[in-house]
């Protein structure tokens, strides 16, 4: 027993050492944190040093998984963990903002310009502005200069181009995109100005709900799969390695395949996504930014950092360099314009509207999704497909909204 | 009562650290760990899990140091990580199943109430003021604001109020643009500010209705209160309408209906459960999921033991040449990743490019709608979990070959038996008594195959006209991970851990029934031996 009573001593006193020192680990104001995923920390860590240099102020970048930044900083902003600041594509906004995880940002009327328009309407939700972007992307027309000389402009083009080029038995196609996936059908399916949700000047109405009515866009698509132009197994991947091996006219999709098609030493060229029905397509549009926690304790400093680095357009040069996506500071994107394929995936974007960021957009996902995929399956028409569609995520957002 | 042979009890001492210096190094960081941990989770507010970490300390020094509970020093070990990792999760599920946690309900009430309560908005027309610091960059600090028009203002002690006479007066050398001292005190330019910003941006200074505060190195603004917060009705109100918000199913809720956002966490009692049985959409496609789920976890329990079966029993012969070579071949599957193995299957699958169908239809001539098809996505599926899933039964097959003793085979051939009548009559009734608890384990297994099913087809193809999205190939599991974290309203935890509750109970149930069949087939076995 005495040996007990000893180690019993022994732990009250190293108890009463550990009071001390608790507080260390507490997150502790003037001292800024930014989470962010692989691709933006070569940017970031110069922009730490200056921002210490400058002001005396640390900054830690942490590297983190793109998919684990929103859940941490909803589980671990609560607990005083969190960071000051997070980096990721506007449509987290909808959960954060529903948890709570992060606070709006004030700019001045006169600070918004700076940015394309469509960047800060992207992160306006619930009419407040919840964070400084950085970058913009759509989907485009990426195609082989070899088998496509002339990128076609309209959609019935894009058809005659695509049908002389495909033969199925040599596994040669002239347009592939990934059937199942409603993020890459979007630009059809929004034909003749439909929509998932309106947008207002508000923001997206969740109760103004338009999928029935995309009839014309899944038309579209039924055609393309059912005229044998899109093989039915035409996922991200397939589309992705036939494109690389050379056997692809034109594919449709963003800028994140431009590396791995100039690796596979395609001569490739990207343009402007072609007009439907004499339309401009409307591909969704993700915008990446800087967004600040609800739980920072620095906000006023954080503010600052994203003043002197993001809203300038050496920063977002900076950023571009090594995440190359559109900068979303206007003079940013004056100054890489040069550059055909940023200026064409532009293009695109301009002609977008921003993803939906509210929650409802997961009901859409699935259903849409599956919708897709049974039209293309032959499954059924489009128009009992959309249909279904719609009144699974009437029925999906009835259900949350009772709790 | 003594007697002379007795021995005396072993004796069974405490713990000693005589002439083991780094046993007693070990044993006093952990503990020094652990008390650490203590305190600083009870600073931060975590009360309950420092007091059960506490206890959890107290008991292991209890058990390593008495000699009464000598015994459990074995399994004390285990027994911790037991309660860690198994019994911490369940009761939390279980917890969780009677909550509303998820989206929109992540923060705890207080944090909620904290959140609206500090939430300031601009009033519609809010001033701004430019600002000068004065003082000790480290120490008090006094702050001059000048107004759009030109008037001073002095902030101090969370007051601010017009610049009289009687105050120190601002002294400046370029007829007011930048000012040097204020009284005795100096200015302090703002880069020096900045480091003391985070502390001073929770600073804020009444003003009239409203209150001013710091928002950038050069300007304080004007703000006010959105919310107040009145503790002991446990109510809000919207300090510009005057309307009232109450505590209702995890959201602050007016009498219309309104809701503020974020929401908390609340119990909401069976509320879980019930909309698991009562909701129509819910329950529509059930059924049909329910039997897939059946079957899937049967034929492929099946298809792998009589696969697994086949080749144990085929590398089982010793006249087999290169049989190790064969086993360590046909091992190979299973040392690959089972994510890496499902994606590269559907690739192989794919109807149109991929080379399984770039065989076929040389040979048949036409393609096979692996994905497209419900039968054959369902086959597909099998095919792909039999590659997944042969080299364990194979294994476990191999292993339970060789308890069987060799004397009954021999008798069996001394008797005339063939070997259809050896591997029917002694191998089978012998295996199953081994293997069999593995295949109900198996048999769980596959009940819960979510990487399969969500990797190889995502439960496509989509039942067409269903009420909630599902498709022909979703198992139990794969079908509620739509429900619950693609359902349009974010991630539903409360909801998914309800969920999970109710497939643990069916999948109990019919191991239950299964480990009875199998405790059948062993009397039976055990007659035969």
């Given at each position: 027993?005495?040996?007990?009573l000893?180690?019993l001593?022994?732990?009250?006193?190293?108890a009463?050492?550990?009071?001390?020192?608790?507080?260390?680990?507490?997150?502790?104001?003037g001292?800024?944190?930014?989470?962010?995923?692989e691709?933006?920390?070569?940017?970031?860590k110069?922009m730490?040093?200056?921002?210490?240099?400058?002001?005396g102020?640390?900054?830690?970048?942490t590297?983190?998984?793109?998919?684990?930044?929103?859940?941490?900083?909803?589980?671990?902003?609560?607990s005083?963990?969190?960071?000051d600041?997070i980096?990721g594509?506007?449509?987290?906004?909808?959960?954060?903002?529903?948890?709570?995880?992060?606070?709006?940002i004030?700019?001045?009327?006169?600070?918004?310009?700076?940015?394309?328009?469509?960047?800060?309407k992207?992160?306006?939700?619930?009419?407040?502005?919840?964070?400084m972007?950085?970058?913009?992307?759509?989907?485009?027309?990426?195609?082989?200069?070899?088998?496509?000389?002339?990128?076609?402009?309209?959609?019935?083009?894009?058809m005659?181009?695509?049908?002389?080029?495909?033969?199925?038995?040599?596994k040669?196609?002239?347009?592939?995109?990934?059937?199942?996936?409603?993020?890459?059908?979007?630009?059809?399916?929004?034909?003749?100005?439909?929509?998932?949700?309106?947008l207002?000047?508000k923001?997206?109405d969740?109760?103004?709900?338009?999928?029935?009515q995309?009839?014309?866009?899944?038309?579209?698509?039924?055609?393309?799969?059912?005229?044998?132009l899109?093989?039915?197994?035409?996922?991200?991947?397939?589309?992705?390695?036939?494109?690389?091996?050379?056997?692809?006219?034109?594919?449709?999709?963003?800028?994140?395949?431009?590396?791995?098609?100039?690796?596979a030493?395609?001569?490739?060229?990207?343009?402007?996504?072609?007009?439907?029905?004499?339309?401009?397509?409307?591909?969704?549009?993700?915008?990446?930014?800087?967004?600040?926690?609800?739980?920072?304790?620095?906000?006023?400093?954080?503010?600052?950092?994203?003043?002197?680095?993001?809203?300038?357009?050496?920063?977002?040069?900076?950023?571009?360099?090594?995440?190359?996506?559109?900068?979303?500071?206007?003079s940013?994107?004056?100054a890489?314009?040069?550059?055909?394929?940023?200026k064409a995936?532009g293009?695109?974007?301009?002609?977008g509207?921003p993803?939906?960021?509210?929650?409802?957009?997961?009901?859409?996902?699935n259903?849409?999704?599956?919708?897709?995929?049974?039209?293309?399956?032959?499954?059924?028409?489009?128009?009992?497909?959309?249909?279904?569609?719609?009144?699974?995520?009437r029925?999906?957002?009835?259900?949350?909204?009772?709790? | 009562?003594?007697?002379?042979?007795?021995?005396?009890?072993p004796?069974?001492?405490?713990?000693?650290?005589a002439?083991?210096?780094?046993a007693?190094?070990?044993?006093?960081?952990?503990?020094?760990?652990?008390?650490?941990?203590?305190?600083?989770?009870?600073?931060?507010?975590?009360?309950?899990?420092?007091?059960?970490?506490?206890?959890g300390?107290?008991?292991?020094?209890?058990?390593?140091?008495?000699?009464?509970?000598?015994p459990?020093?074995?399994i004390w070990?285990?027994?911790?990580?037991?309660?860690l990792l198994?019994?911490?999760?369940?009761?939390?599920?279980?917890?969780?199943?009677?909550?509303?946690?998820?989206?929109?309900h992540m923060?705890?009430?207080?944090?909620?109430?904290?959140q609206l309560?500090?939430?300031?908005?601009?009033?519609?027309?809010?001033?701004?003021?430019?600002?000068?610091?004065?003082g000790?960059?480290?120490?008090?600090?006094v702050?001059?604001?000048?107004?759009?028009?030109?008037?001073?203002?002095?902030?101090?002690d969370?007051?601010?109020?017009?610049?009289?006479?009687?105050?120190?007066?601002?002294?400046?050398?370029?007829?007011?643009?930048?000012?040097?001292?204020?009284?005795?005190?100096?200015?302090?330019?703002?880069?020096?500010?900045?480091?003391r910003?985070?502390?001073?941006?929770?600073?804020?200074?009444?003003?009239?209705?409203?209150?001013?505060?710091?928002?950038?190195?050069?300007?304080?603004?004007?703000?006010r209160?959105?919310?107040?917060?009145?503790?002991?009705?446990?109510?809000?109100?919207?300090?510009?309408?005057?309307?009232?918000?109450?505590?209702k199913?995890?959201?602050?809720t007016?009498?219309?209906?309104?809701t503020?956002?974020?929401?908390?966490?609340?119990?909401?009692?069976?509320?879980?459960?019930?909309?698991?049985?009562?909701?129509?959409?819910?329950?529509?496609?059930f059924?049909?999921?329910?039997?897939?789920?059946?079957v899937?976890?049967?034929?492929?329990?099946?298809?792998?033991?009589?696969?697994?079966?086949?080749?144990?029993?085929l590398?089982?012969?010793?006249?087999?040449k290169?049989?190790?070579?064969?086993?360590?071949?046909?091992i190979?599957?299973?040392?690959?990743?089972a994510?890496i193995?499902?994606?590269?299957?559907?690739?192989?699958?794919?109807?149109d490019?991929?080379?399984?169908?770039g065989?076929?239809?040389?040979?048949?001539g036409?393609?096979?709608?692996?994905?497209?098809?419900?039968?054959?996505?369902?086959?597909?599926?099998?095919?792909?979990?039999?590659?997944?899933?042969?080299?364990?039964?194979?294994?476990i097959?191999l292993?339970a070959?060789?308890?069987?003793?060799?004397?009954?085979y021999?008798?069996?051939?001394?008797?005339?038996?063939?070997?259809?009548?050896?591997?029917?009559?002694?191998?089978?009734?012998?295996?199953?008594?081994?293997?069999?608890?593995?295949l109900?384990?198996?048999?769980?297994?596959?009940?819960?195959?979510?990487?399969?099913?969500?990797?190889?087809?995502?439960g496509?193809?989509p039942?067409?006209?269903?009420?909630?999205?599902?498709g022909?190939?979703?198992?139990?599991i794969s079908?509620?991970?739509?429900?619950?974290f693609e359902?349009?309203?974010?991630?539903?935890?409360?909801?998914?851990?309800?969920?999970?509750?109710?497939?643990?109970?069916?999948?109990?149930?019919?191991?239950?029934?299964?480990?009875?069949?199998?405790?059948?087939?062993e009397?039976?076995?055990?007659?035969?031996?």
């Amino acid at each position: 027993m005495k040996k007990a009573l000893a180690l019993l001593v022994a732990l009250t006193l190293l108890a009463s050492l550990a009071v001390g020192s608790a507080g260390a680990l507490a997150s502790t104001p003037g001292k800024l944190l930014i989470w962010c995923s692989e691709a933006q920390v070569p940017a970031l860590k110069p922009m730490a040093a200056e921002f210490q240099k400058k002001y005396g102020v640390p900054v830690m970048v942490t590297e983190m998984g793109f998919g684990d930044i929103r859940p941490n900083l909803i589980t671990k902003g609560p607990s005083g963990e969190g960071p000051d600041l997070i980096v990721g594509p506007h449509d987290w906004l909808g959960e954060l903002v529903a948890n709570g995880a992060v606070a709006p940002i004030d700019l001045t009327a006169n600070e918004e310009s700076l940015f394309t328009g469509t960047a800060i309407k992207a992160f306006t939700y619930n009419g407040k502005l919840y964070g400084m972007p950085y970058a913009v992307e759509a989907i485009g027309l990426i195609y082989n200069k070899k088998l496509v000389p002339h990128p076609p402009k309209t959609l019935d083009e894009l058809m005659a181009v695509a049908k002389k080029l495909t033969d199925p038995a040599k596994k040669e196609y002239g347009f592939l995109y990934p059937l199942g996936d409603a993020y890459h059908a979007y630009p059809f399916l929004s034909a003749d100005g439909h929509y998932f949700f309106r947008l207002t000047s508000k923001g997206f109405d969740a109760k103004d709900i338009g999928i029935a009515q995309m009839v014309p866009g899944a038309r579209i698509i039924a055609t393309l799969t059912q005229s044998g132009l899109v093989p039915k197994g035409s996922d991200y991947n397939t589309m992705a390695s036939l494109f690389q091996s050379g056997k692809v006219g034109m594919i449709m999709t963003g800028p994140w395949q431009i590396d791995s098609i100039k690796k596979a030493g395609i001569d490739y060229g990207v343009a402007k996504l072609p007009t439907i029905d004499g339309r401009p397509a409307t591909p969704f549009v993700g915008v990446q930014g800087f967004m600040m926690s609800a739980f920072s304790k620095n906000k006023l400093l954080a503010m600052q950092f994203l003043r002197d680095f993001v809203m300038t357009k050496e920063g977002q040069l900076a950023i571009h360099k090594v995440d190359p996506r559109i900068p979303a500071l206007k003079s940013a994107f004056e100054a890489v314009s040069s550059d055909p394929d940023l200026k064409a995936f532009g293009e695109s974007a301009a002609d977008g509207i921003p993803m939906p960021a509210i929650p409802e957009m997961a009901a859409v996902w699935n259903a849409v999704q599956n919708a897709l995929t049974a039209i293309t399956n032959g499954q059924t028409d489009p128009v009992t497909a959309m249909k279904t569609a719609d009144a699974q995520v009437r029925k999906a957002i009835a259900q949350g909204a009772k709790k | 009562m003594a007697h002379p042979i007795s021995s005396p009890r072993p004796s069974r001492p405490g713990i000693s650290f005589a002439g083991r210096p780094l046993a007693l190094l070990a044993a006093a960081v952990i503990l020094a760990l652990g008390a650490w941990a203590c305190v600083y989770l009870y600073l931060r507010g975590d009360r309950w899990i420092a007091l059960i970490l506490f206890l959890g300390l107290l008991a292991t020094v209890y058990v390593f140091t008495s000699p009464r509970v000598y015994p459990l020093r074995y399994i004390w070990p285990g027994l911790v990580f037991f309660v860690l990792l198994v019994v911490y999760p369940i009761g939390y599920t279980v917890y969780s199943a009677f909550t509303n946690y998820g989206t929109g309900h992540m923060l705890s009430k207080s944090q909620a109430v904290q959140q609206l309560q500090s939430a300031l908005y601009a009033p519609p027309d809010a001033k701004t003021f430019t600002f000068t610091a004065f003082g000790d960059p480290k120490g008090k600090i006094v702050f001059l604001l000048k107004g759009a028009d030109g008037q001073l203002l002095l902030a101090q002690d969370g007051r601010v109020k017009p610049l009289s006479a009687d105050d120190p007066q601002p002294v400046s050398k370029d007829g007011g643009q930048t000012y040097e001292r204020l009284g005795d005190l100096p200015a302090i330019p703002p880069l020096k500010l900045i480091a003391r910003l985070s502390q001073l941006q929770n600073q804020t200074f009444a003003y009239g209705e409203s209150v001013l505060s710091i928002s950038s190195l050069n300007q304080f603004s004007e703000m006010r209160h959105q919310y107040k917060y009145d503790p002991q009705r446990d109510v809000l109100t919207n300090l510009a309408t005057g309307k009232e918000y109450r505590p209702k199913d995890g959201y602050y809720t007016s009498a219309d209906g309104q809701t503020l956002s974020p929401g908390f966490t609340s119990r909401v009692g069976f509320y879980n459960f019930t909309r698991l049985f009562e909701d129509q959409a819910i329950r529509g496609p059930f059924t049909e999921v329910f039997i897939w789920t059946l079957v899937w976890a049967t034929l492929t329990v099946v298809i792998q033991l009589v696969a697994g079966l086949a080749l144990g029993l085929l590398m089982n012969d010793p006249y087999l040449k290169l049989r190790n070579f064969y086993r360590s071949v046909l091992i190979l599957p299973y040392a690959i990743p089972a994510f890496i193995s499902a994606l590269v299957w559907t690739g192989l699958l794919n109807t149109d490019v991929g080379i399984i169908n770039g065989i076929l239809r040389h040979i048949i001539g036409f393609n096979i709608p692996w994905f497209q098809s419900p039968f054959w996505a369902k086959v597909a599926l099998f095919l792909v979990n039999l590659w997944l899933g042969y080299p364990y039964m194979m294994l476990i097959i191999l292993g339970a070959l060789q308890s069987i003793p060799g004397e009954l085979y021999e008798a069996a051939r001394v008797d005339g038996a063939t070997p259809g009548q050896i591997i029917r009559t002694i191998t089978l009734p012998l295996l199953m008594t081994t293997i069999g608890p593995l295949l109900v384990g198996s048999f769980a297994f596959n009940f819960n195959n979510f990487n399969v099913i969500y990797l190889v087809t995502g439960g496509n193809p989509p039942m067409v006209g269903a009420q909630t999205p599902a498709g022909h190939t979703d198992i139990l599991i794969s079908y509620t991970y739509r429900l619950a974290f693609e359902g349009g309203q974010g991630n539903q935890l409360g909801f998914a851990a309800a969920i999970s509750i109710v497939i643990f109970v069916i999948v109990a149930v019919i191991s239950l029934i299964q480990f009875r069949f199998t405790r059948l087939a062993e009397e039976v076995s055990t007659d035969y031996v």
